[in-house]
C-alpha cells in the first residue's frame, strides 16, 4: 500500500516533470552581470519567478535563481552580510546561509547551520559572517541551511580562482559564463512540502532555466563555445533531492576538481553528480560547428530526454540559433568516484588499515515510515544551537542536545566512518562540514578499499541498501560539525548527526564570538508562529495527499 501511496503521490503536482521543446525560446544566458564578490551584502528576499515557465513565489539570494556567483581570488578575505527581507507568510521567513565546502576553521560559528552552529536570521534582521578560506580553491556554492528552505530558490554558485592553478596549461577559458548550476524546481513551496513523503520535483534547471510537462516552451540555457577552445566548466550540483548523469553530446570531459579538491585528470563521458557534489571538467571544444545537447537526466522515476527535457544547448559560435539534433551515445567511460585520486597530498590518514584508525564510528541510516534514524535516533533540531551548548560549559555528549545526535571526538585524531544504507531512499549524499574527507571505499557493488590516494571530497554517495561509504578525517578543527543526508527531504525527515570535534577546546579555537552572533537567538526565540512563516503548511500538505511524515 505504502508503494501505492508513492506512486499515486509522483502523478500529483509535485511530480517530477521534463518540457516541451521549443526551436525557437532557447537563448543564450546573459553574462552574470550580479556576481559579487567576497566583501558584499547578500539580501534574501522573495521573489515571484517562472524559470520553467511555472509562475511562483520564491525565497532568492540576490533576486535571482540560482544565486549571484560569489567571486574570490585564493586568499581573499570573506565578509558577507546576509540581510534577511523576507515576506512571504506561506515560506519561511527566517534563513541561515551555509557556505558549503569551506571549512571555516576557527570560525564554526558562521558556517551558517540553523540550531547547530547559530539561531537563524529573523526576518528584518542580518548578520556578518567574516571567514577565510585560507588555503581553498576551487569550486563551491552557498545555500540556506534552515529547514528546506534552499527548495524554495536559496543556492547560488561560489567559486574561489586560483591564480597559480597548476592545470591552467589544461584550458584557456574559465570564467563567470562556464559555472554550470544543476537544480531541481517545486511548484509548491517547502514548508508543505516538508510534510509529504516521496516527494519529486517538478522540472530541472540548468543554469536557473528549464520546462516542466504540460507548461509553456520556455527558454533553455545556452552555453556558448568558440572553436579549439578549451573550457573549464564548473558544474555545480544544487539538487535538493535528485542526482543528475551529466553528459554533453559528442564530447569527452576531463575532471580535474572534485568538491575543491584537485585530482588527477581523468577522462570520462558521463558523470553522476550527487546533491551537494561539484566537478570541474575540461572540454575542448574541437568539434564540428554546430549544435550539441547538454543533458542533466535526474534519478527521478521515468526521466527522459524526449523533447529535449532535462536539457540546455551547447552552442558553437557560427552555429545557427536552433536547437541541436545531436544524438546521445551510451556511456562507455562514465565517472567511478574509486577512479579520482587526489592530486596534492595523495593518501587517507592513520594506518592503512580498516578499522584500524584512532576512532572507528559505524553509522545505519534507517527508514521507517518516511523518518530517518541514524543507529536509531532520528535527528530533531535542538531548540539551543549545539555551539552556544558548547560556549556554555557543555562538553560530554551526555550533556549535548539532540540527545542521541550528538558524537564527541577528541581532537586531532583519525576517524573512521563507515556509513551504511539500510531501507530504500538510497543512494544517500553525505556530507560532513568542517572538513574533506578521504573515500577509502567507495559505495557500490565492487568497490575495494583504497587509502594510497583515494579521492578526498565532502559529499558522497553512502550507495543503496545493504552498501556502505567509508571515509577518514583529523578531527583538527575545533566545534560541531553537522553531517548529514544532502537530499533536503531526508535531512528535514531526520537524517543527521553532529559531530563535536573537541568541545573543551572550542573557545581557544574560536575566540570570541561577535555579538551579533550571540544576538541572533534572543531575536529568532522572541518570534510568534505567524513571524515564523509556513503558516498551515500541515493542513495544506493534507489538502494534496494522505501520505504524510508524522510529527
Known amino acids: 500500500m505504502y508503494f501505492l501511496c508513492l506512486f499515486a503521490l509522483s502523478i500529483l503536482s509535485t511530480s517530477h516533470a521534463a518540457s516541451i521543446v521549443s526551436r525557437s525560446q532557447s537563448r543564450p544566458l546573459p553574462p552574470r552581470s550580479s556576481s559579487l564578490g567576497p566583501v558584499n551584502d547578500l539580501t534574501i528576499s522573495n521573489k515571484m519567478i517562472a524559470p520553467d515557465g511555472f509562475m511562483r513565489s520564491t525565497s532568492l539570494a540576490g533576486g535571482t535563481f540560482p544565486g549571484p556567483l560569489i567571486k574570490a581570488y585564493k586568499g581573499d578575505h570573506f565578509a558577507i552580510n546576509v540581510v534577511n527581507e523576507l515576506r512571504d507568510q506561506d515560506m519561511f521567513l527566517s534563513t541561515s546561509v551555509h557556505w558549503h565546502g569551506l571549512f571555516q576553521n576557527g570560525t564554526n560559528y558562521v558556517d551558517g547551520v540553523s540550531f547547530v552552529t547559530q539561531c537563524p536570521i529573523s526576518?528584518?534582521?542580518?548578520?556578518?559572517?567574516?571567514?577565510?578560506?585560507?588555503?581553498?580553491?576551487?569550486?563551491?556554492?552557498?545555500?540556506?541551511?534552515?529547514?528546506?528552505?534552499?527548495?524554495?530558490?536559496?543556492?547560488?554558485?561560489?567559486?574561489?580562482?586560483?591564480?597559480?592553478?597548476?592545470?591552467?596549461?589544461?584550458?584557456?577559458v574559465d570564467d563567470e559564463n562556464t559555472v554550470i548550476t544543476?537544480?531541481?524546481?517545486?511548484?509548491?513551496?517547502?514548508?508543505?512540502?516538508?510534510?509529504?513523503?516521496?516527494?519529486?520535483?517538478?522540472?530541472?534547471?540548468?543554469?536557473?532555466l528549464g520546462r516542466y510537462t504540460g507548461g509553456p516552451m520556455s527558454d533553455l540555457a545556452v552555453v556558448n563555445v568558440e572553436y579549439r577552445k578549451r573550457y573549464r566548466l564548473r558544474l555545480v550540483g544544487m539538487s535538493c533531492n535528485p542526482s543528475f548523469l551529466f553528459s554533453i553530446d559528442g564530447h569527452n570531459l576531463t575532471v580535474i576538481e572534485a568538491d575543491g579538491v584537485l585530482t588527477e585528470p581523468l577522462l570520462v563521458d558521463s558523470l553522476q553528480i550527487f546533491a551537494g557534489q561539484r566537478y570541474s571538467v575540461i572540454l575542448n571544444a574541437n568539434?564540428?560547428?554546430?549544435?550539441?545537447?547538454?543533458?542533466?537526466?535526474?534519478?527521478?522515476?521515468?526521466?527522459?530526454?524526449?523533447?529535449g527535457l532535462n536539457s540546455a544547448i551547447l552552442r558553437y559560435n557560427g552555429a545557427p540559433d536552433a536547437d541541436p539534433t545531436s544524438n546521445q551515445t551510451k556511456s562507455v567511460m562514465p565517472l567511478l568516484e574509486q577512479n579520482l585520486h587526489t592530486f596534492f597530498n595523495p593518501?587517507?590518514?592513520?594506518?592503512?588499515?580498516?578499522?584500524?584508525?584512532?576512532i572507528n564510528l559505524r553509522i545505519v541510516a534507517n527508514n521507517i515510515g518516511g523518518v530517518y534514524y541514524m543507529n536509531g535516533v532520528r535527528y530533531?533540531?535542538?531548540?539551543?544551537?549545539?555551539?552556544?551548548?558548547?560556549?556554555?560549559?557543555?562538553?560530554?555528549?551526555?550533556?549535548?542536545?539532540?540527545?542521541?545526535?550528538?558524537?564527541?571526538?577528541?581532537?586531532?585524531?583519525?576517524?573512521e566512518l563507515t556509513m551504511v544504507t539500510g531501507g530504500f531512499g538510497g543512494p544517500h549524499p553525505i556530507h560532513l562540514h568542517g572538513h574533506a574527507f578521504d573515500v577509502v571505499q567507495s559505495a557500490g557493488a565492487n568497490a575495494t578499499f583504497n587509502y594510497k590516494n583515494p579521492?578526498?571530497?565532502?559529499?558522497?554517495?553512502?550507495?543503496?541498501?545493504?552498501?556502505?561509504?567509508?571515509?577518514?578525517?583529523?578531527?583538527?578543527?575545533?566545534?560541531?560539525?553537522?553531517?548529514?543526508?544532502?537530499?533536503?527531504?531526508?535531512?528535514?525527515?531526520?537524517?543527521?548527526?553532529?559531530?563535536?570535534?573537541?568541545?573543551?577546546?572550542?573557545h581557544n579555537h574560536l575566540g570570541k564570538v561577535p555579538n551579533s552572533w550571540e544576538n541572533l537567538c534572543p531575536i529568532y526565540n522572541s518570534l510568534t508562529e505567524s513571524q515564523l512563516g509556513g503558516v498551515n503548511s500541515l493542513g495544506k500538505a493534507a489538502n494534496i495527499t494522505s501520505l504524510l511524515l508524522p510529527g
Not at 509548491?188 to 517538478?202: C, E, K, M, R
Open 123 to 172: 526576518q528584518n534582521d542580518s548578520f556578518l559572517h567574516q571567514f577565510e578560506a585560507n588555503n581553498q580553491a576551487g569550486t563551491y556554492w552557498y545555500h540556506s541551511h534552515y529547514s528546506s528552505q534552499t527548495c524554495d530558490g536559496l543556492r547560488g554558485p561560489l567559486v574561489i580562482y586560483d591564480p597559480h592553478d597548476p592545470y591552467r596549461h589544461l584550458y584557456d
Open 182 to 208: 544543476l537544480a531541481d524546481w517545486y511548484h509548491i513551496v517547502s514548508p508543505i512540502l516538508n510534510h509529504i513523503i516521496g516527494v519529486s520535483a517538478n522540472s530541472t534547471l540548468i543554469n536557473g
Open 287 to 307: 568539434k564540428p560547428v554546430a549544435n550539441y545537447w547538454i543533458r542533466a537526466l535526474p534519478s527521478t522515476a521515468n526521466s527522459t530526454f524526449n523533447g
Open 347 to 358: 593518501g587517507a590518514p592513520g594506518i592503512p588499515e580498516y578499522g584500524k584508525a584512532d
Open 380 to 415: 530533531r533540531p535542538p531548540t539551543v544551537p549545539v555551539l552556544l551548548q558548547i560556549m556554555s560549559g557543555a562538553q560530554q555528549a551526555t550533556d549535548l542536545m539532540p540527545d542521541g545526535s550528538v558524537i564527541v571526538l577528541e581532537s586531532n585524531k583519525v576517524v
Open 455 to 506: 579521492v578526498r571530497r565532502d559529499v558522497a554517495s553512502s550507495g543503496i541498501q545493504g552498501q556502505q561509504l567509508v571515509i577518514r578525517w583529523v578531527t583538527d578543527n575545533s566545534g560541531p560539525w553537522f553531517l548529514h543526508c544532502h537530499i533536503d527531504w531526508h535531512l528535514d525527515a531526520g537524517f543527521a548527526i553532529v559531530m563535536a570535534e573537541n568541545p573543551t577546546g572550542a
